[in-house]
C-alpha cells in the first residue's frame, strides 16, 4: 500500500487527521486494514473530477465515503482527501 504514495505524500482521513509522509502513512494503515469489515473497500463509483480522482466507496468500517487522490508525474498519490458520504454526495471539505 505504501508504495503507491510519494515520499512526502499526506493523507487527510475523515476524522480530520492528517498523516505525512511514510511515518504518517504508517500510522494510519495497519489499522485500518486490521480493523476491516467484511463490507470494506467495496467500489461505487470513479470519477475524473479538475485536478485529481474520485472514488466513492465503502471504508475500512462499511461506512461510504468519498476519496480525492492527486498524483504526481510517477503516478503515485501525492495527497488523498476523505469525506463522509451524505445522502446527495460527499459532505463538502476544503480541498
Keep these: ?34 480493523g476491516a469489515t467484511a463490507a470494506a473497500f467495496v467500489l461505487d463509483e470513479v470519477r475524473q473530477e479538475q485536478d485529481c480522482i474520485r472514488l466513492d466507496y465503502r471504508d475500512y468500517d462499511g461506512s ?10 510517477d503516478g503515485k498519490f501525492t495527497r488523498t482527501l476523505c469525506a ?10 476544503a480541498a
Design 1 to 34: 500500500m505504501l508504495a503507491l504514495y510519494a515520499d512526502q505524500a499526506t493523507l487527510d482521513c475523515c476524522s480530520g487527521e492528517r498523516f505525512v509522509g511514510r511515518p504518517g502513512l504508517l500510522r494510519y494503515w495497519p489499522a485500518k486494514l486490521r
Design 64 to 73: 461510504a465515503v468519498s476519496t480525492k487522490f492527486w498524483f504526481d508525474a
Design 84 to 93: 463522509p458520504m451524505e445522502r446527495n454526495g460527499p459532505r463538502s471539505r
